[in-house]
């Protein structure tokens, strides 16, 4: 990965990117940013950098988040955050079926 890397941050020079909505955790740092350079610095670095995911979360619930969504087959990561605290709320979203419940459909 550590060869993509350049190739990586080259790209998103020349790619559009709008500022985030919301605040974007890096798994880099595990702190929250709202700015399009960190984008730009902090993918690249999460090709070859460990996941600092316990910090992540911890960040996430220190800011008010009482729920996480795990959008994806499987939950692993709500097994992970259930290690981190037991006061989050954890699904999952892995079909039309669980869309179709989360959405109140």
Not at 26 to 40: L, Q, S
Not at 43 to 65: D, E, N, R, Y
Not at 77 to 83: D, E, K, Y
Not at 87 to 99: E, F, H, P, T, Y
């Amino acid at each position: 990965m550590g060869t993509a890397q350049p190739k990586l941050a080259e790209a998103l020079k020349e790619t559009p990117i709008q500022s985030p909505k919301f605040p974007v955790y890096a798994n880099v740092t595990g702190i929250p940013f709202i700015d399009v350079e960190n984008i730009r610095l902090l993918l690249p670095k999460q090709l070859t950098s460990p996941v600092q995911w316990t910090k992540t979360v911890q960040q996430m619930i220190s800011a008010g988040v009482d729920e996480i969504i795990e959008v994806g087959p499987g939950n692993v990561l709500q097994g992970l955050c259930r290690r981190i605290s037991d006061k989050v709320i954890l699904r999952g979203i892995c079909d039309l079926a669980s869309i179709e419940n989360f959405c109140g459909r």
